[in-house]
């Protein structure tokens, strides 16, 4: 497949470098030529987005501030293109007032570049028809999870974001166990493999987190100790403020 990106930040590059070893041949566009050099050899690029050949796909991965001067340069194809935006805030309504494509949006999360992420994705009404089209496309990226499109900025804030707070948590967690005496690479494979081994065993069972929390929960033992710490410091409060922050900024954002 013949497909183009726009905008080779973070998600991006990654998405280029999974197409690529996919071997769909690629046409990447980005004003800042040093972008692009990595690809130069393997990908046909350009700084300006208006020498866009025909393509059968196209990603949108720039700012949300910039995507509106872009989408007015996008030449118009001869038949109706995927169109993928990755831009927060800027609805498919929005694009389609731009391009005259089967339009889809997408929230990724940084774990695409290993094939583990999980996508959250909307269908325009057009788009609805493709689905298996862009499900072949997005695959080597990791889980798709489709949802309605207003609930895209909620889906920014708990899976978009969610790696920086995850990672966050396991820098304290790790710093802990440097606290306790382990080496950093000691602390660092415990706390990893414990995320891995639950999240793996949450899915599995199919159960409650509650539940499983119960089975390590033993009465007067360690486990209690800690969780009683986590209930006074407000860990729950802490965690369900960052995410709801974070879906009021992903909607101020849809709002400018």
């Given at each position: 497949?013949?497909?183009g ?92 007032s731009?391009?005259?494509d ?64 995850t ?10 166990g ?17 995320f ?15 539940e ?15 969780i ?29």
């Open positions: 497949m013949r497909v990106i726009i905008g080779i930040g973070n998600i991006g590059s990654i998405i280029a470098d999974l197409l690529i070893k996919q071997g769909h041949e690629l046409f990447l566009i980005n004003r800042h030529a040093n972008k692009l050099k990595k690809f130069e050899e393997i990908a046909n690029t350009y700084s300006d987005v208006e020498k866009l050949p025909e393509v059968d796909a196209l990603f949108l991965c720039v700012k949300p501030q910039d995507a509106p001067g872009v989408l007015k340069k996008i030449p118009r194809s001869k038949f109706r293109r995927l169109f993928v935006s990755t831009v927060t805030g800027f609805t498919i309504e929005e694009i389609t731009y391009v005259n089967d339009v889809t949006r997408i929230m990724p999360n940084i774990p695409i570049s290993i094939g583990k992420g999980v996508i959250g994705i909307s269908y325009s009404k057009e788009c609805s028809k493709r689905k298996d089209e862009v499900q072949k496309l997005l695959m080597p990226f990791g889980k798709l999870v489709e949802v309605d499109e207003s609930l895209l900025p909620a889906v920014t804030a708990l899976s978009g974001s969610g790696p920086a707070f990672f966050v948590i396991i820098e304290s967690l790790v710093d802990a440097l606290k306790l005496g382990l080496s950093y690479e000691t602390a660092m494979k415990l706390i990893i493999e414990t891995r081994g639950s999240a793996e065993l949450l899915e599995r069972e199919g159960k409650h987190p509650g499983l929390r119960h089975l390590v929960t033993s009465p007067a033992g360690t486990s209690i100790e800690g009683y710490s986590l209930e006074q410091q407000g860990l729950r409060g802490i965690l369900m403020k960052t995410i709801f922050d974070t879906y009021k900024r992903a909607i101020e954002l849809q709002e400018i």
